[in-house]
């Protein structure tokens, strides 16, 4: 029902800033939820950044403590695609990026998101 492809991960030292880029499909995509998630090895998938969606209007914005300030997640509905911007990354953000989709629910925790893109590798050096 919804695909979804990241991009845009990379090697950035400490510092610097990543612009990760989930390209959506599916008619109705605009009306899910999106979300990004974080996993590195041998750790579970943890909560980045999410985005709720209600109608045509954002219902809100959440984000992991561990990012707040430094990363921001935007929507453009009419090129399916959610955005990661991402700032200030320090060498504890260095994990494969997912986004995530999921209608009508509101959750951190991975299990809770029903389609999943297949991950971006996202590396911060010191």
């Known amino acids: 029902q919804v695909q979804l492809v990241e991009s845009g991960g990379g090697l950035v030292q400490a510092g610097g800033s990543l612009r990760l880029s989930c390209a959506g499909s599916?008619?109705?995509?605009?009306?899910?939820?999106v979300g990004w998630f974080r996993q590195e090895p041998g750790k579970e998938r943890e909560f980045v950044a999410a985005m709720y969606w209600r109608g045509s209007s954002i219902y809100s914005t959440d984000y992991a403590d561990s990012v707040k300030g430094r990363f921001t997640i935007s929507r453009d509905n009419a090129k399916n695609t959610v955005y990661l911007q991402m700032n200030s990354l320090y060498p504890e953000d260095t994990a494969v990026y997912y986004c995530?989709?999921?209608?009508?629910?509101?959750?951190?925790?991975?299990?809770?998101?029903?389609?999943w893109g297949q991950g971006t590798q996202v590396t911060v050096s010191s």
């Open positions: 995530a989709a999921v209608l009508g629910t509101r959750s951190h925790y991975f299990t809770d998101w029903a389609y």
């Open positions: 599916g008619r109705t995509f605009s009306t899910y939820n």
